[in-house]
């Protein structure tokens, strides 16, 4: 079955340090790769997207994720957090399940704190 | 915000009783998913409505199921309320049931069944 592992359930950093949050999805076909995040008392919102192309994406707020398909993998990263970011974290794969296209399969999610 | 827009936000029923959630999605989509979201869970798909019709499933039984009216708002029924469909209810609408779409949430009803 189609699923998506977050390596982290918990991550804690101060602000200005480094962000790397893993995502690995289980899935041998084309897959669309999705970050989204729901900051605190907030809708779930698109950061980034993967479709085709350059593996390496840029999204809004200065994450960016690279996509190994080797590794069958979709990290994301920030090179400076800042307390503002954060939020929960979820990768999403979106490859045809239940019978249909357009839908997501969500990982369990990491929650990001950032200390000031 | 993302134009999507679900009611109740919150809400508490008992055991047994059935409820009704409604969701009207972001304009000229006509894509409807709905999602449920355990405490500390990712989302998980429940059903996807498009024009109208259902378009996949996911691992959900029949006492859940839902309608989508011509105007692309949605509705999600859960019949025989069980303790465990506590959950945030999210519902996404995109412009087309594809691969390469990107899905916009609203903020969820918070369903708690006592």
């Known amino acids: 079955a189609q699923s998506v592992s977050q390596h982290n359930h918990h991550v804690i950093l101060s602000e200005a340090a480094s962000l790397e949050l893993g995502c690995n999805y289980s899935?041998?076909?084309?897959?669309?790769l999705f970050w989204y995040v729901q900051y605190p008392g907030q809708h779930l919102q698109l950061l980034l997207k993967y479709f085709s192309g350059d593996p390496l994406v840029k999204g809004i707020k200065g994450f960016e994720a690279e996509f190994i398909k080797s590794k069958f993998s979709f990290n994301l990263r920030k090179p400076s957090v800042q307390w503002s970011d954060t939020a929960e974290y979820f990768c999403?794969?979106?490859?045809?399940?239940?019978?249909?296209?357009?839908?997501?399969?969500f990982g369990k999610g990491t929650k990001l704190s950032v200390k000031p | 915000e993302t134009g999507v827009t679900q009611s109740p936000t919150h809400l508490i029923k008992t055991r047994g009783q059935q409820v009704t959630l409604r969701c009207s999605s972001q304009?000229?989509?006509?894509?409807v998913s709905w999602y449920q979201q355990a405490l500390g869970q990712g989302p998980q798909f429940i059903f996807q409505?498009?024009?109208?019709?259902?378009?996949g499933r996911g691992n959900f039984p029949p006492r859940f199921s839902g309608l989508q009216f011509p105007n692309y708002s949605s509705e999600l029924n859960v019949n025989a309320l069980e303790l465990d469909d506590s959950a945030l209810y999210l519902c996404?609408?995109?412009?087309?049931?594809?691969?390469?779409?990107?899905?916009?949430f609203g903020q969820g009803t918070r369903l708690t069944v006592v």
């Open positions: 996404a609408s995109s412009l087309a049931p594809a691969l390469n779409t990107e899905a916009f």
């Open positions: 409505y498009y024009r109208e019709e259902e378009n």
């Open positions: 999403a794969v979106n490859a045809g399940y239940g019978g249909s296209q357009g839908n997501l399969i």
């Open positions: 304009s000229g989509h006509n894509t």
């Open positions: 899935y041998g076909g084309t897959v669309n």
